[in-house]
Nanobody, 127 residues
Framework: EVQLVESGGGSVQAGGSLRLSCTAS????????MGWYRQAPGNECELVSD???????YYADSVKGRFTISRDSAKNTVTLEMNNLLPEDSAVYYC?????????????????????WGQGTLVTVLS
């Protein structure tokens, strides 16, 4: 069974940077898209960014210009560079692979959003 393992979360002052990395334990058949969801307490699960070898990259409006996603398919790795972090970026960030259609109101970790999920890594941005 494929497992996604995240690293790189933590606490940072507003305006700072963090890098999140995620590695799949094995090659995922079909080399599907990979990305990141996040969820803060009381908030909905939000698609932050994803990357597909054919479609390219997607970013939520709230992170455009600040976050950059990249992928190394040979290493089964996806990385999210987060710059100029804001307190509202604080959330649990989940690495995902093989995304389904995004719909609001569906909780994180649901297979309706993605077929593979990491365990989540906490990002806290201090004001």
């Amino acid at each position: 069974e494929v497992q996604l393992v995240e690293s790189g979360g933590g606490s940072v002052q507003a305006g700072g940077s963090l890098r999140l990395s995620c590695t799949a334990s094995e090659f995922i058949p079909g080399d599907p898209d990979m990305g990141w969801y996040r969820q803060a307490p009381g908030n909905e699960c939000e698609l932050v960014s994803d990357i597909d070898t054919k479609r390219g990259e997607y970013y939520a409006d709230s992170v455009k210009g600040r976050f950059t996603i990249s992928r190394d398919s040979a290493k089964n790795t996806v990385t999210l560079e987060m710059n100029n972090l804001l307190p509202e970026d604080s959330a649990v960030y989940y690495c995902v692979a093989d995304l389904e259609g995004y719909s609001e109101g569906i909780p994180c970790l649901s297979p309706l959003l993605a077929n593979y999920w990491g365990q989540g890594t906490l990002v806290t941005v201090l004001s």
